[in-house]
């Protein structure tokens, strides 16, 4: 089983629970990273996503705010 490839709830459900995850950020949309961000707040889990070059400033503030302080952006 791959953590990519599950639902997005089934994510934000691991999340919430207090289950760290790493994720590729190209292949998800910037809504659904800001559902699992905020669900990693909630369950005080990590959310790591990587590949995030190419999303725009605004976006990956949304992303960083919603998880505050639990989620990490990599290139």
């Known amino acids: 089983m791959s953590i990519q490839n599950l639902a ?13 995850i790493e994720i590729i950020g190209q292949d998800t949309a910037v809504n659904d990273l800001v559902r699992m961000a905020a669900a ?3 369950g005080e889990a990590t959310l790591t996503i990587k590949a995030v070059g190419g999303f725009a400033l605004n976006d990956l ?7 505050k302080g639990f989620v990490h952006l990599k290139d």
Do not use: H
């Open 8 to 20: 997005l709830n089934d994510k934000v459900r691991l999340l919430a629970a207090g289950g760290s």
């Open 40 to 42: 990693a707040k909630t």
């Open 61 to 67: 503030v949304r992303i960083a705010a919603a998880g």
